[in-house]
């Protein structure tokens, strides 16, 4: 018998990889509540205003997907994931943002001088460019990872409760994201310094790395277990390039990897910029700000899993896209509202909890559904790769946007922002729809149960 027959087995496997994921989206996040100091002047703020520009820390937010999507990255890491399997690959992605956090953290450090040219930033102050860098690196890691860990979960969990362990895995990393959108702002404030919660953050990415050492052991265990099972297996050792076909030549799949675009286009880059704008549009105190964006994971710690659970017992994966891609546009329809009402934000805030809910416990089980297990490293990478120009291009774009409506007093006008953000949610119901025909047509079975009786 598979080892991943054991209930207690599979879980624990859940459980560690889950950790690793969790710290990493808290380094993902932890400046996301910084942006008023990055951006307050040198002498500001007990001195621990930067001096960053809007567009800076735009270029900054959005280096995390630079090297992932202009030098391929993680697409190649997907290859490297089917080629070579989840051993070597996590070891590597989990090294790799260890790493990178510790290039950000040491720019945070530094007394930088003078300014260079970066490609997508213009001329940047050099602590931007160094904490780029490193962000850019951790990025590399963190996405490697992430479709690292869905393939595992995915070998584990298959005819099982797919959808509920992933949502599980996509809550515990919200709590990562919480976490740090609710605290790092009072860390930083509390030691004096940005760089404090990215210290933070490098050292759990250490343990986050350790775990991932101790679930190759149980990996280890997975595979003997198989082969004595005598059980085919679709596995890395079939995976071969010529396969890659079936991958780009279905459009079912192209329909999720595009609305995964859309969909955290709408999400990510709007939490980047979201600490900012309930200081200026909704007047939260700059101490409380970062708590009602905190909201978002939090809602989705329960949401996820519980939705995730729905597709497991009763199906209907495309609808619950379908809704949630209509609740995101709702929701920066509001914000993009004249009215100013805080309620109305934290009602906001709930909604899009509910939507990023119900979304991803849906689209990320929905991919074994399309590809075959050999190619799965693959599928994930292109799809983490298609999201990751989002992830890059989106919080450059709406820093320049919100550089040119920021009026003489130094406030900026967030309709055009919020406008831009609606427009990524009608395109994702769009796709949606479409993705519901196609289901239709091909029988994926996006609206069948998970679990085999």
Not at 126 to 152: D, P
Not at 172 to 179: D, M
Not at 241 to 265: K, S
Request: net charge negative.
């Amino acid at each position: 018998m598979k080892l991943s027959e054991n209930r207690a087995a599979r879980w624990t496997a859940l459980i560690i990889v889950s950790l690793t994921m969790m710290f990493a989206y808290f380094f993902t996040d932890v400046m996301s509540p910084l942006e008023p100091l990055l951006t307050a002047a040198s002498e500001a703020e007990n001195g621990m205003g930067l001096g960053w520009t809007s567009s800076e820390y735009g270029f900054f937010s959005g280096a995390y997907g630079l090297m992932n999507v202009y030098l391929l990255l993680l697409f190649f890491g997907g290859i490297f994931l089917d080629k070579f399997g989840i051993r070597f690959t996590g070891l590597m992605s989990t090294g790799l943002m260890f790493c990178g956090a510790f290039i950000k953290w040491y720019a945070l450090q530094g007394d930088f001088e003078g300014s260079m040219w970066v490609p997508f930033g213009g001329e940047c102050q050099m602590q931007v460019v160094v904490a780029s860098l490193g962000f850019a690196i951790y990025g590399v890691g963190a996405e490697i990872a992430g479709i690292t860990v869905s393939k595992v979960i995915v070998k584990w969990f298959t005819g099982h409760e797919l959808a509920l362990a992933l949502g599980l895995q996509v809550a515990l990393a919200r709590i990562g994201t919480a976490v740090a959108l609710g605290a790092s702002l009072p860390i930083a404030r509390a030691f004096g310094g940005v760089s404090a919660p990215v210290a933070l953050g490098a050292a759990l990415l250490c343990i986050g790395m350790v775990s991932f050492i101790v679930y190759c052991f149980m990996d280890k265990k997975e595979d003997a277990s198989v082969a004595q099972s005598d059980e085919e297996s679709d596995e890395e050792e079939g995976f071969r390039i010529a396969d890659l076909r079936l991958l780009f030549c279905n459009r079912g799949f192209w329909y999720i990897a595009f609305l995964c675009l859309m969909f955290y286009a709408g999400v990510f880059p709007f939490l980047k910029f979201a600490t900012k704008l309930m200081e200026m549009k909704y007047g939260v105190d700059q101490n409380l700000a970062g708590l009602i964006p905190a909201m978002l994971p939090f809602g989705t710690i329960f949401l996820t899993p519980f939705f995730g659970g729905i597709y497991d017992k009763y199906g209907k994966g495309a609808t619950l896209m379908l809704i949630g891609s209509v609740l995101l546009t709702c929701v920066h329809v509001m914000f993009s509202l004249p009215m100013q009402s805080v309620a109305l934000a934290v009602i906001a805030m709930v909604v899009l909890g509910i939507s990023f809910g119900l979304v991803p416990s849906a689209m990320w089980p929905s991919v074994p559904k399309i590809i075959p297990m050999k190619l799965l490293g693959t599928a994930y990478a292109l799809i983490f790769y298609i999201q990751n120009i989002g992830l890059s291009m989106v919080p450059m774009w709406i820093g320049n946007v919100n550089d040119k409506n920021t009026d003489a007093n130094g406030i900026i006008d967030y309709t055009e922002t919020m406008t831009i953000f609606a427009g990524f949610g009608v395109v994702a119901i769009i796709i949606s729809i479409l993705l519901i025909i196609e289901d239709k047509k091909k029988g994926y079975g996006l609206e069948k149960p998970n679990i085999k009786e």
